[in-house]
């Protein structure tokens, strides 16, 4: 087993499971705990602080936060990149007003460990390593430099400096010792759940091996007596044609050959073969076999390519990795389980990216679940109950979640969408699933897949 399979998973891809939205609600609740504690400071206890720059390191948090509201989807899956720019703005806006609210002299000065955290718990080292360096810089700027807080009567309210080198201290030791924490015991999660999926994955693969030997075993016994006979045949005929020699080779070739197929049989039941040269198609055969079991369903499934025509050369030869296939099943079933007829198939390639639409003629997704497609157990969301018209809608989610979890972790993207009116007009096109993949991520030939490929494996007995 490659250490590919005992490690499924990298720190990148978690880091990809976190959902904007997720991120989104964290930052409503802090805008919301700052905006309560500054207008206390200011109205109950007299505070004067500045209050136009307080509000505008708030307001930068509301603008982002709306922004990403309103042009990115609900289910959007946020890159390491992402994830690290979102928890380094929170530290710093949080930097940003305990300047203007006192530095170290503010005892709110300890959430600078919340985003040290998020970053340590599910960003890589590199990017924890980062937010611990930009936090322990924050905190020793704010222990040197910040705006005094003063009362109404002019007082200013300050600890004894050595309080503020206490908290300074306090707070590097924590930031460090937090992350290291933090990031030790999710690795050790992380750890057991890879070596749960590794063993999940040799059980299966021995599973494979053992159903193959049984079937075999199986072919072996019975086609014991046939080659059983064979041989004894083509032996009695080499005794009889020694006076023939062309003859005579012939025969001898068959009871050789005989040998052959005895051992080969004998050798597979041993070890099971794994025919290297199957794990890659046609393009065409792999979409044809994902889509094969919804083809009897009542519906009718147009497989077609390049629908306009164009570059047609060159066709992709992929790896046929189950994850595909499952991926693309479930999203044909989609298809096929709520069209009125049709069902089409589109295979499409470039030299950079190969794509597969998939698209009915039903009524498409209704708009209150297309921008959470892709999210499991939609049924129980609030406010995702559909329309009496659609009710197969309601227990929609988890298959396609499964489809683009699997589809996602071979390298494609996924996008959902409904026909243009024009479309529904002439073509009745609703639902529209497109699944594009770098053509370099799946392509057996000239690919970077094309090393898993590699050469089959002799058999010795």
């Known amino acids: 087993m490659t250490q590919a399979n005992i490690r499924p998973f990298g720190g990148r891809t978690r880091a990809n499971w976190i959902r904007l939205h997720t991120m989104i609600l964290l930052r409503w609740v802090a805008i919301i705990g700052q905006v309560v504690a500054i207008t206390v400071a200011q109205v109950f206890y007299g505070l004067q602080l500045e209050l136009g720059l307080c509000y505008l390191a708030v307001g930068l948090s509301v603008i982002g936060n709306l922004i990403a509201t309103f042009i990115f989807p609900r289910n959007k899956r946020l890159t390491e990149l992402e994830n690290l720019a979102m928890v380094l703005f929170d530290l710093l806006q949080l930097a940003v007003l305990l300047y203007l609210t006192g530095g170290l002299h503010n005892p709110f000065a300890l959430l600078l460990l919340g985003p040290v955290t998020i970053s340590a718990t599910a960003l890589s080292l590199q990017s924890t390593l980062v937010m611990c360096a930009i936090a322990i810089i924050s905190v020793s700027v704010l222990a040197i430099s910040h705006l005094p807080l003063v009362t109404n009567t002019g007082e200013v309210l300050k600890i004894p400096q050595i309080f503020v080198f206490g908290h300074w201290t306090a707070l590097l030791i924590a930031i460090v010792f937090t992350s290291a924490y933090s990031r030790r015991v999710t690795t050790e999660i992380h750890s057991m759940g890879d070596a749960l999926a590794a063993t999940q994955m040799a059980l299966a693969r021995e599973q494979k091996l053992t159903d193959l030997g049984g079937v075999i075993a199986a ?81 009718v499934v147009h497989f077609t390519r390049h629908p306009d025509g164009e570059n047609l050369h060159n066709p992709p030869t992929v790896l046929r990795k189950p994850e595909i296939i499952h991926g693309l099943r479930n999203l044909i079933q989609n298809g096929v389980d709520f069209a009125i007829e049709n069902v089409w198939v589109e295979t499409k390639w470039t030299d950079a990216e190969v794509s597969v639409r998939i698209l009915d003629d039903g009524n498409g997704f209704p708009q209150q679940v297309l921008a959470r497609i892709g999210d499991p157990f939609m049924r129980g969301a609030t406010g995702m109950r559909t329309s009496d018209a659609r009710p197969e809608y309601q227990g929609m989610g988890l298959g396609l979640f499964i489809a683009k979890t699997l589809l996602e972790r071979s390298g494609a993207t996924l996008r959902f969408a409904n026909g243009s009116e024009e479309q529904r007009t002439l073509n009745k096109v609703g639902a529209v699933i497109e699944v594009i993949w770098p053509r370099e991520k799946i392509d057996a030939q000239t690919g970077k897949a094309a090393n898993l490929v590699g050469q089959n494996q002799h058999i010795t007995t």
């Not at 009695?236 to 006076?243: K, Q």
């Not at 050798?267 to 040269?277: A, E, I, P, Q, T």
Request: hydrophobic share 35%; glycine share 8%; with cysteine.
């Open 219 to 299: 072919a072996a016994h019975e086609l014991g007596t046939p080659l059983a006979t064979i041989k004894l045949t083509s032996t009695e005929l080499l005794n009889d044609l020694g006076d023939q020699p062309e003859l005579a080779e012939d025969a001898a070739l068959i009871r050789d050959q005989v040998d052959r197929c005895r051992d080969i049989l004998r050798d597979m039941g041993r070890s099971g073969k794994d025919d290297l040269h199957l794990r890659h198609a046609p393009l065409e055969s792999v979409v044809e076999e994902a889509g094969e079991p919804h083809l009897d369903r009542g519906k």
